[in-house]
């Protein structure tokens, strides 16, 4: 069996980080395998492709690198990370009495449409593409599948839920938490899609101040600049207490989530959640909204509240307040990290693409 995974796209994202993983993970367990992706990545399975990058058209221009890149080879199994890369197989009709596997995570942009018309377009194309013509169809919660079937009207068999891993070896719980003079609340993930819903890090943030809550929120992002975040900040008069960190690299991630108080996750809709998980493994009770797949991939170790700021504010204060609750949280989130492995996730896809 010689499995390809395909890909357009970079590491630098949940997507990314999922194929990185995976790739890696079935690489150890079944050397026959191949990952095509943007010119990154040193492992010797990775075939690196040329591409150009144009900022709001990835989604339509992609697709046709990946396509010119995988000409010139063969596969028993295609898997596609993604819907785009999925369009990219059919168009090099590579793919012909293949077995055809594609990941599609969520359904976000059928629920927060994108701010440009082609962007839907495309989403859209893809999606009905890669639902007609896969074998297969992997998701990676009960609740992306539930979703595939009532919103993008795709049949039940065809899909199966293979939940996501985390890397244990790169986060995991510090001996010792740190001590900080005020509670220290961090956030990392997007800052400037609608369903993140950043804005309430800000207003949960002004909500604790005004109830007179001592506290330090730290967000981890390279594009609060881009974002009406910093802005907030400002006119609610919060600059002591919200601190921008900038993108967090991976050599960093786990003495950032590790050292946190408390992680709070106020997003309006997740297909999975890495964030959240990957505090959990690094041993930090989380405050995260119920919203989406979030109840789902967090069962225990969480505090989960509707996400408007009030609630998620009640739920820091009664963690910083009752150490007893915040102690057993702290256990439960290593626990319930520990149910997700990339072996795992690597063990149940090589069953789908023996099937």
């Known amino acids: 069996m010689d499995i390809t995974i395909i890909s357009c796209l970079t590491s630098n994202c949940g997507i990314g980080r999922y194929t990185e993983q995976l790739a890696a993970t079935v690489h150890q367990k079944h050397n026959q395998l191949k990952l095509y ?4 990545g040193n492992a010797p399975f990775i ?17 046709y690198y990946l396509k010119n890149a995988i000409q010139h080879t063969d596969s028993t199994v295609w898997h596609a990370d993604n819907i785009d890369a999925f369009s990219a197989l059919i168009w090099s009709g590579k793919g ?3 077995k055809k596997v594609v990941t599609i995570h969520d359904t976000i942009p059928l629920l927060y449409p994108h701010d440009h018309w082609w962007e839907t377009s495309a989403f859209n194309y893809h999606l009905k593409k890669s639902a007609k013509e896969a074998d297969v169809i992997v998701t990676v919660s009960h609740t992306s599948k539930k979703d ?13 839920v293979v939940y996501n891993g985390i890397d244990h070896e790169m986060l995991f719980p510090s001996e010792e938490k740190k001590i900080h003079k005020r509670f220290n609340i961090r956030y990392i993930g997007g800052l ?11 207003e949960t943030a002004r909500e604790l101040k005004q109830r007179g809550f001592e506290f330090d929120m730290e967000i981890g992002s390279g594009v609060a600049h881009h974002t009406v975040l910093p802005e907030l900040t400002k006119k609610y008069g919060l600059e002591a207490n919200i601190h921008f960190k900038g993108f967090i690299p991976d050599s960093q991630l786990q003495t950032f989530l590790s050292e946190a108080d408390v992680f709070l996750y106020p997003s309006l809709y997740e297909g999975f959640g890495f964030p959240p998980l990957e505090a959990m493994a690094c041993g930090t009770a989380v405050v995260s909204s119920d919203t989406g ?3 789902e991939i967090l069962p225990k170790g969480a505090l989960l509240s509707a996400p408007e700021p009030a609630a998620l504010a009640d739920a820091v204060i009664k963690i910083a307040q009752d150490n007893t609750l915040k102690t057993r949280l702290e256990k439960e989130a290593i626990e319930n990290a520990k149910s997700f492995s990339w ?4 063990s149940q896809m090589l069953e789908i693409y023996r099937a």
């Not at 072996?343 to 690597?346: E, H, M, R, V």
């Open 37 to 40: 992706r943007k010119n990154e």
């Open 47 to 63: 075939h690196a492709y040329k591409h150009r990058s144009f900022k709001n058209l990835k989604h339509l221009v992609a697709p």
């Open 96 to 98: 012909k009495k293949k």
């Open 148 to 160: 595939l079937i009532e919103k993008a009207n795709i049949n039940e068999n065809k899909i199966e």
């Open 192 to 202: 400037g899609a609608v369903h993140k819903n950043a804005v309430a890090l800000i």
């Open 293 to 295: 797949s979030l109840a």
């Open 343 to 346: 072996q795992k996730t690597a």
